[in-house]
């Protein structure tokens, strides 16, 4: 029963994971690849059909193959994240001018992805 339940929980946080990470390409400051990375660790230990499913995916696949493989990042998906996070940001606090707490908010989560994405290994 209990190896049920953590089963259980285990897909239920990679459907969790892979959502936000769904979100953190639309979101601004809201990074992708780690909870790409944190969905495919839960399939992987939770479900092999997952798991298997993640990897074969068109999208998603060549980053959590190219993880577990290597376990780093190479520093050009570092930067383009950065980029995009950044541009994103940017677009986001023009926005929403004459509204500083949320421009604060915003500010403080891409600082919070950032530290994510480059506290990653590189891979060179």
Avoid at 31 to 37: A, G, I, Q, R
Avoid at 58 to 82: I, N
């Amino acid at each position: 029963m209990q190896r049920r339940l953590v089963r259980y929980t285990l897909l239920l946080a990679g459907w969790v994971s892979l959502g936000l990470a769904v979100l953190g390409a639309i979101l601004p400051g809201l990074p992708t690849t780690p909870f790409v990375l944190l969905a495919a660790a839960c399939f992987a230990k939770g479900s092999p059909r997952w798991h298997a499913w993640l990897l074969s995916n068109r999208w998603l696949g060549p980053m959590v193959r190219d993880w577990e493989t290597h376990h780093a990042l190479p520093l050009k998906v570092k930067w383009l994240a950065s980029v995009m996070m950044a541009t994103m940001v940017g677009l986001s606090a023009w926005r929403l001018a004459g509204r500083p707490g949320l421009q604060v908010l915003i500010l403080g989560l891409a600082l919070i992805g950032l530290i994510v994405v480059w506290r990653i290994p590189t891979r060179r």
